[in-house]
């Protein structure tokens, strides 16, 4: 089956850095990736949508220069939360589309953010 | 996209039929139920889809109703491993502009031993 790989699965970061987070189809070309965000005892929130080689589609209420991304290639968007800060923790969860249309998920990134 | 509910929790014992239903009564005629999980900490995992006939695969049955206004989800046979939260969700069909996948509160499934 189609394998959707993201690095890294959990990341301590203090508050005003910048955290990249990595997301590859392993074995198929996804020309578009998705980005979503989880808190505790909630449900997956969609965040964006990633385009290869375009800009990425934001959902309302996302800021764009805070959440970063980058689908440089047709395997690999990149998220990178910018100056976070500890309301940024939260579990990232990236997913793309695969054979039969259908959307493949990684296993998602725990961000504590001190 | 259309709607879903779904009920909060359900229990089911070890090793007899899930049944999971959702209900999507605004669905529209080119939208499809797609059903995944999500194991606690974990990505979701994709389990099923279906437009109108029922579906068979490895993990489930997906049974649709006649007017496509719910449908029910079944794992055969339960066990502790399926013990996640499971979301329906209707979409219009993929390779179109509005290809997302909106995840409601799903349906907290206990199997219990």
């Keep these: 089956g189609a394998v959707v790989s993201q690095h890294p699965s959990r990341v301590i970061c203090k508050s005003g850095t910048s955290v990249k987070i990595e997301c590859r189809s392993l074995d198929f070309q996804a020309t578009t990736m998705f980005w979503y965000r989880q808190f505790p005892k909630q449900s997956l929130m969609l965040m964006a949508t990633s385009n290869e080689g375009s800009k990425a589609t934001y959902e309302q209420g996302v800021e764009k220069d805070k959440f970063l991304i980058n689908h440089a290639s047709l395997t690999l968007s990149t998220l990178t939360v910018t100056s976070a800060h500890p309301e940024d923790s939260s579990f990232y969860i990236c997913s793309a589309r695969g054979q039969g249309d259908i959307q493949y998920f990684g296993a998602g990134t725990r961000l504590s953010v001190l | ?113």
Aim: net charge neutral; with cysteine; glycine share 6%.
């Design chain 2, 1 to 113: 996209d259309a709607k879903t509910t779904q009920p909060t929790s359900m229990d089911c014992a070890e090793g007899r039929a899930a049944n999971l239903p959702c209900n999507h009564s605004t669905i529209s005629g080119n939208e499809y139920v797609y059903w995944y999980r999500q194991i606690h900490s974990q990505g979701p995992q994709y389990i099923i889809h279906g437009l109108k006939n029922n579906e068979t695969n490895e993990m489930a049955s997906l049974i649709i109703t006649e007017d496509r206004k719910s449908s029910t989800l079944i794992l055969p046979h339960a066990t502790l491993r399926d013990t996640a939260v499971y979301y329906c969700i209707v979409r219009v069909g993929p390779k179109t502009s509005y290809d997302k996948v909106i995840f409601g509160p799903g349906t907290s499934l206990s199997v219990i031993p």
